[in-house]
Nanobody
Framework: QVQLVESGGGLVQAGGSLRLSCAAS????????MGWYRQAPGKQRELVAL???????NYADSVRGRFTISRDNARKTVYLRMSSLKPDDSGVYYC??????????????WGQGTQVIVSS
């Protein structure tokens, strides 16, 4: 069993900042890609940012230059620093990780989500 637990969401005014965290735990041998996705009401879940095990990053065009993804491999944690937030950034943010577990099977796991609301 592998669990991903997000934290750090909340209500913030436009222009403000938040930092999300996602900690992985359980039967983990190695974690490959880790990422953040978001889903706004009535919309499909979309990729926000991705970071590989070697630290290469990729961002959605809508957040590039405002958001920063990072990871601490020793803590099995991925972060998303969000700045200059806009109301369109509101939604439920989900953590995602590709994990090689102790059964030596690579699976994709999701966190339960954390709500971000940006007020105008």
């Amino acid at each position: 069993q592998v669990q991903l637990v997000e934290s750090g969401g909340g209500l913030v005014q436009a222009g403000g900042s938040l930092r999300l965290s996602c900690a992985a735990s359980g039967d983990i041998v190695n974690i490959e890609d880790m990422g953040w996705y978001r889903q706004a009401p009535g919309k499909q879940r979309e990729l926000v940012a991705l970071i590989t095990s070697r630290g290469s990053t990729n961002y959605a065009d809508s957040v590039r230059g405002r958001f920063t993804i990072s990871r601490d491999n020793a803590r099995k944690t991925v972060y998303l620093r969000m700045s200059s937030l806009k109301p369109d950034d509101s939604g439920v943010y989900y953590c995602n990780a590709e994990v090689l577990d102790t059964e030596w099977v690579a699976r994709v796991y999701w966190g339960q989500g954390t709500q971000v609301i940006v007020s105008s």
